[in-house]
């Protein structure tokens, strides 16, 4: 049974920096793509970042140069680094997986329809 467990969140101020962690079980892990998902308050749900089993990235642009994605092959955990929180960056973060490209990068790897495995999230505050 696949499971993707997200850890890591909590509240910080403004310029703070928190790392969210996702465990993920039941399957081969570099045979799927990896992203991160986020929802704000009254936001639809929108991608952070994704990474291939390469460890190519991809990210928005709302987070380049303050968040970083990377991945542990052998723990099987994917990571997100957040640097220089703001406010805007309140939301819920979910890990997700995409099985179809076999690890490579999706059409879309920021859009939610390319992913088939969804965590339970993990909540973020940013105050100012």
């Known amino acids: 049974q696949v499971q993707l467990v997200e850890s890591g969140g909590g509240s910080v101020q403004a310029g703070g920096s928190l790392r969210l962690s996702c465990a993920t079980f039941g399957y081969t892990y570099s045979m799927c793509y990896m992203a991160w998902f986020r929802q704000g308050p009254g936001k639809e749900r929108e991608g952070v970042a994704g990474?291939?089993?390469?460890?190519?990235?991809t990210y928005a642009d709302s987070v380049k140069g303050r968040f970083t994605i990377s991945q542990d092959n052998v723990k099987n955990t994917l990571y997100l680094q957040m640097n220089s929180l703001e406010p805007d960056d309140t939301a819920m973060y979910y890990c997700?997986?995409?099985?179809?490209?076999?690890?490579?990068?999706?059409?879309?790897?920021?859009?939610?329809?390319?992913?088939?495995?969804w965590g339970q999230g993990t909540r973020v505050t940013v105050s100012s």
């Open positions: 990474i291939d089993h390469d460890g190519s990235t």
């Open positions: 997700a997986a995409a099985i179809k490209y076999g690890g490579n990068t999706p059409t879309s790897p920021l859009l939610e329809y390319e992913y088939n495995y």
